[in-house]
């Protein structure tokens, strides 16, 4: 069965730093592209980050470009979400999110919320 | 970027009454690449349709999407109690991808 378990969420000042893991089961990691999508309180989704099947390519939203690094270890089945300078408009829950054959995100974690604030 | 506006932005039937939902694009979507979603209060998004109108593994045949270009829709024909939710659309085809607004299907 394929699973994604998001941790490392929780309260954090603004500025303040957290790492968001995503591990991954149930299936062969570096076979699939991953992202991680985020919903703020009452809102819609939003793309964050993805990263290739092997690592070598990123890509960042705007609003999270130079703050956040996406990585991955295919040998320990897990994502990261490196989150730096964190500000309030970052609290969200953060899902991860495999890509799979037709592309779109077939497997979802059950989200790991994130609450900058004072 | 590609917007997508869907609507409405909330839908009131009764179980057994069909539901469509549309989700508009700002420019056309390539190779039809748009899925579509369903989120229920407290849980993950759930991916029911990829390429607009292949349905993912185990989704019931009560789902259908249909649309091209920047037209898509989300048919659900006989309304379950269990399929009131929110419903996103998203187009995979560009960087970024993008999600629309939701709708939400509620029990009229």
């Known amino acids: 069965e394929v699973q994604l378990v998001e941790s490392g969420g929780g309260l954090v000042q603004p500025g303040g730093s957290l790492r968001l893991s995503c591990a991954a089961s149930?299936?062969?990691?570096?076979?699939?592209?991953m992202y991680w999508v985020r919903q703020a309180p009452g809102k819609g989704l939003v793309w964050v980050s993805r990263?290739?099947?092997?690592?070598?390519?990123?890509t960042y939203a705007d609003s999270v470009k130079g703050r956040f690094t996406i990585s991955r270890d295919n040998a320990k089945n897990t994502v990261y979400l490196q989150m730096n300078s964190l500000r309030d408009e970052d609290t969200a829950v953060y899902y991860c999110a495999r890509a799979g054959q037709l592309w779109s995100h077939d497997y979802w974690g059950q989200g790991t919320l994130v609450t900058v604030s004072s | 970027e590609i917007v997508l506006t869907q609507s409405p932005g909330t839908l009131s039937l009764s179980p057994g009454e069909r539901a469509t939902l549309s989700c508009r694009a700002s420019q056309s979507v390539s190779s039809r690449h748009l899925a579509w979603y369903q989120q229920k209060p407290g849980q993950a998004p759930r991916l029911l349709i990829s390429d607009a109108s292949t349905r993912a593994t185990g989704i019931p045949d009560r789902f259908s999407g249909s649309g091209s270009g920047t037209d898509f829709t989300l048919t659900i024909s006989r309304l379950e109690p269990e399929d009131f939710a929110v419903y996103f659309c998203?187009?995979?085809?560009?960087?970024?991808?993008?999600f629309g607004q939701g709708t939400k299907v509620e029990i009229k």
């Open positions: 998203q187009q995979y085809g560009d960087s970024p991808r993008t």
């Open positions: 149930g299936f062969t990691l570096s076979s699939y592209w």
């Open positions: 990263i290739s099947n092997d690592g070598n390519s990123t």
